[in-house]
């Protein structure tokens, strides 16, 4: 039940049965009979749109102006709805669609995740926030500049040579200027340096062995990892604010496609277009479409 | 015809504006490539070489100039996604385009400015949510009305409406400085969230988009600092004033109010109708004056010479003897209908204004052409895509998509005759900005751009680094200690070297793929100098090429690299080209009396252009006209030799 208040689609369609209810109130009212109001709220607004425009209160003579302006409109306005001009009018339609779904952003942008809807969003999407891998490893690389077969040329050093000293091996590989010795340096920074390839290729190589070949870019390589400090989680709180960003852009995304699955369901939609015209594929697409 | 033509034209009329496991691939051989290193001495292991070079690090690669859905134009054509999305995308994430397709960077960019037109900054995003500053103004109500109606015709109107204000100075919402307070501190806000000292930088900035009679003025400004300098003034509207010294007027005056900084840079020569590098004042007859090209060399210290409408570095017709400068060129128009006459050209690439620098320094001391050359996108797609695989169009109607359009649109010259008209094929999935920073700040990003440390690629990620000296020999090449060596002892992009007993600088260059592309063809340096009577020169050198072809007597390498393109597929593969290539070098014609400038550029082997992806994706014919592959390179920013 806890879960169902803290629900924005609840809060969405609580807020429109309430509007819908004071509507139909003000509308029954009107009913009676048509009247206008010009009280000073209305007054005010007026003013204030005024000296937004124009850095100062309008006079008397501008007041008296712009309110039989403004009821000019109103007039015009209730004429209008009362003969149905707004019915299918495209900018109507297209602004009223367009309100029902700002409705929904601020809401997203409203509910502040609670500290356990914050935390599921984080295990969730934990892979996100992992931090990198990092390593400390050493590496050298046969191109095919220098090397008719780079791999073979790597097989050939690593069963011969990889117990030379770490002095030693460094001479075996082509001279790239490429640093032979890496210090704690993050995946994505090995990334910029030798490529994504080689740097997705080094998760799973062992610690404190020669291993490879090990493919990039550039080449093959050999590689000696010392050390590879795996991704860890940091605690929420030390990234709360992007994760809530996380959180508020995905739900806006999230809450948009759910609001017009939740109201479509209160249509009975039918698909009347004749089969001469569109092929029965496509209307079957535009059914799983439109109903899933 | 398309009843789009008209609205894109109106958009050039703009501003007259699986994871992969590791293989041991061990050839047959099933022996497990691992074995732990033992030996007797406990200390062998403990070799340790130094850790890296001080001076060790990797150019940081981003787009100084993307729009969004804050930009008018953009916005209007129906870009929804606003800088948060921008920056995700620039992050690595995958973002859903405009269009509906899922879109996804090969590499996340290291840093982003996004730059969206000052001009009535934001009018979209805020029509969207109905601000009352858009829906209770007249002139807003109207346009508001059309955007909300949304047919093509009515965007059409939106457009022909607001531009036309916009001509007539009546637009109220090009001169309002209330109207962009709210979506200026929405972008300020955007980027400071985005950014991440260390790891991924969001600077600031914004477009500037002086466009008289539709030729092409624009400069991006670039914030130092954060949003606390930027929030002091709302960005300046180029309907104030069209004239560039208006501008650097307004930098001077944000700088001394702030204690900030700021730089401009411009873009798109090819568009100016000969304005962007004129030897006249702004809309006068007047010769530049000497502060004049102070100011100018202070507040602009770079150009962007390659983005997606086209490449400014050399022209043919102006170069014949450069085989490779015939590199997306756009030279028919600008945003006008006053087409492109040959006099134009020299005041419009950034090698004759280079050239021409030179001669003004003679007769004014001061260089006012002395710029460091940048690649960005200038997408206003709120995507910086730049690989030919990934092009994700200019606008969001033109975003991957088997329309006609995405080719056929015409995206310049468009009030001028058909003869001049430019199509959307013919925009270039181009380009990034390389720059040289010790660390991935805002500071450290800016105070390269300053000393003009970067240099522009057409969209690939390779390493480019050239040093020049009286001293260097060909062995430092080889030096364990090369970049601290290379630093100590001489000066890198952008700076100036000074006479010195008449001694020859020396180069040492180096560069490397970019690891997830293309191999290399060649490297070469480009030279201009003058003489004492003010005549200019340029010389092309091949300093290294691939593939063990060799460089004759005159300093060229007349032997193409190959083409292993397979236009059907779109693919090719690296079995041509190098990796690395490395030059020390030489001018073997040098004059100890004739200032000149040196700049090195880096060509990639061959590889499918994106109009051949696209064929390959959508079954779509490749457009007659355009080249199926293309070579992509790099383009330093020179080192300047001053005789005096």
């Known amino acids: ?292 | 015809m398309n009843k789009f033509l008209l609205l894109f034209s109106l958009f050039c009329l703009g501003f007259i504006a699986c994871k992969q496991n590791v293989k041991t691939e061990t050839s047959g051989n099933s022996e497990q490539n691992e074995v732990v290193q033992k030996d007797y001495s406990p200390y062998v292991n403990n070799y340790n070489p130094k850790p890296l070079p001080k001076n060790e690090d990797r150019p940081l690669f981003g787009d100084t100039h993307l729009h969004t859905s804050y930009s008018v134009d953009a916005g209007m054509m129906g870009n929804t996604l606003g800088p948060e999305a921008a920056f995700r995308l620039a992050k690595g994430e995958i973002v859903t385009a405009s269009a509906g397709r899922r879109v996804r960077l090969k590499r996340p960019l290291d840093w982003l400015v996004i730059a969206d037109h000052a001009e009535a900054l934001g009018f979209t995003p805020m029509s969207r949510k109905s601000d009352p500053s858009v829906v209770e103004d007249e002139f807003g109500k109207q346009i508001y009305d059309l955007i909300q109606k949304g047919t093509p015709e009515a965007l059409v109107e939106a457009y022909d409406l607001w531009y036309s204000a916009s001509y007539a100075g009546t637009n109220p919402y090009d001169t309002n400085v209330e109207f962009p307070i709210k979506p200026w501190e929405e972008i300020l806000d955007a980027c400071e969230a985005a950014n991440d000292p260390g790891k991924f930088t969001a600077l600031i900035g914004y477009e500037w988009s002086s466009a008289p009679e539709g030729n092409n003025l624009h400069r991006v400004v670039v914030y130092r600092d954060d949003k606390t300098v930027a929030n002091t003034r709302i960005p300046l509207s180029s309907y104030f004033d069209s004239n560039p010294e208006a501008l650097w007027d307004w930098m001077e005056a944000l700088e001394a109010e702030t204690g900030g900084r700021v730089l401009a840079i411009p873009h798109n020569g090819n568009l100016s109708n000969g304005l962007m590098f004129s030897g006249k004042l702004y809309n006068s007859e007047e010769p530049i004056s000497p502060e004049y090209a102070k100011r100018r060399q202070r507040f602009e210290p770079l150009y962007e010479v390659t983005q997606m409408k086209g490449t400014s570095e050399a022209h043919p017709s102006i170069s014949p003897e450069d085989e490779f400068s015939n590199f997306e060129i756009w030279d028919k128009a600008s945003f006008g209908s006053e087409a492109k006459t040959k006099e134009m050209l020299p005041n419009e690439y950034a090698r004759e204004a280079f050239k021409r620098g030179l001669v003004y320094e003679q007769d004014l001391k001061v260089n006012p052409f002395k710029f460091g050359l940048i690649g960005s996108t200038d997408s206003h797609t709120s995507l910086a895509t730049t690989e030919e695989n990934n092009y994700f169009g200019k606008i969001s109607p033109l975003e991957p998509s088997t329309d006609p359009l995405r080719f056929e649109e015409v995206v310049a010259g468009r009030p001028g005759d058909p003869s001049i008209h430019i199509f959307a094929w013919e925009m270039a999935a181009s380009g990034l900005a390389a720059v040289w920073a010790k660390e991935n700040t805002r500071e450290a990003i800016f105070d390269a751009m300053e000393r003009k440390e970067v240099y522009a690629t057409t969209g690939s990620r390779m390493r480019v680094r050239v040093f020049a000296s009286y001293d260097f020999k060909p062995e430092d090449l080889k030096r364990d200690d090369f970049i601290d060596y290379a630093y100590t002892n001489g000066i890198p992009m952008g700076g100036d070297i000074s006479k010195t007993n008449n001694k020859t600088p020396k180069f040492l260059i180096k560069t490397r793929k970019d690891p997830d592309g293309a191999n290399l063809d060649r490297v070469q340096i480009i030279k201009g100098w003058v003489d004492k009577t003010g005549k200019t020169y340029e010389r092309i050198y091949d300093v290294a090429v691939s593939d063990d072809r060799s460089i004759n007597a005159d300093g060229r390498c007349t032997t193409s690299v190959g083409n292993t393109v397979d236009v059907a597929n779109a693919s090719y593969t690296n079995t041509i080209g190098d990796i690395v290539l490395e030059s020390y070098w030489e001018d073997p014609e040098f004059d100890a009396s004739q200032n000149a400038f040196y700049y090195v550029r880096v060509l990639e082997i061959p590889t499918p252009r994106w109009t051949t992806y696209d064929a390959k994706v959508f079954g779509v014919d490749i457009p007659e006209d355009a080249e199926t592959s293309i070579q992509d390179r790099a383009y330093t920013s020179p080192i300047w030799y001053n005789s005096k």
Request: hydrophobic share 35%; charged share 30%.
């Open chain 1, 1 to 292: 039940m806890n879960k169902i208040i803290k629900d924005p689609l609840v809060h969405f369609l609580l807020l429109g049965l309430v509007l819908f209810l004071i509507y139909n109130k003000v509308n029954d009212q009107n009913f009676e009979q048509d009247k206008i109001i010009i009280d000073s709220n209305e007054v005010k607004q007026l003013v204030a749109k005024w000296d937004m425009q124009w850095k100062r209160p309008p006079t008397e003579e501008e007041l008296t102006n712009i309110i039989i302006q403004d009821l000019r409109q109103e007039v015009f306005y209730k004429e209008a709805l009362k003969m149905n001009l707004d019915h299918n009018d495209e900018i109507i339609k297209r602004r009223l669609s367009q309100k029902m779904q700002f409705l929904s952003n601020d809401l997203a942008t409203l509910s502040q995740p609670s500290e356990e809807d914050l935390d599921k969003y984080y295990k969730e999407h934990s892979p996100k926030y992992r931090s990198p891998y990092i390593y400390t490893l050493y590496q050298i690389v046969f191109t095919n500049d220098n090397h008719k077969n780079p791999v073979e040329k790597a097989n050939t050093i690593f069963k011969n040579e990889r117990n030379l000293s770490f002095e030693q091996m460094r001479s075996k590989g082509d001279n790239l200027p490429i640093p032979y010795y890496f210090e704690n340096v993050t995946s994505h920074e090995l990334a910029g340096q030798i490529g994504v390839k080689f740097s997705e290729n080094l998760t799973t190589v062992k610690e404190n062995s020669w291993y490879g070949p090990v493919n990039s870019g550039f080449g093959e390589h050999l590689v000696y990892v010392i050390e590879r400090k795996e991704p860890t989680l940091p605690r929420l709180q030390d990234v709360k604010s992007e994760v809530l960003r996380d959180f508020q852009y995905d739900k806006q995304i999230e809450l948009k496609e759910a609001i017009f699955q939740s109201l479509k369901k209160n249509y009975d939609i039918v698909i009347d277009v004749s089969d001469s015209d569109y092929s029965e594929n496509f209307k079957r697409q535009l059914e799983d479409q439109i109903n899933n």
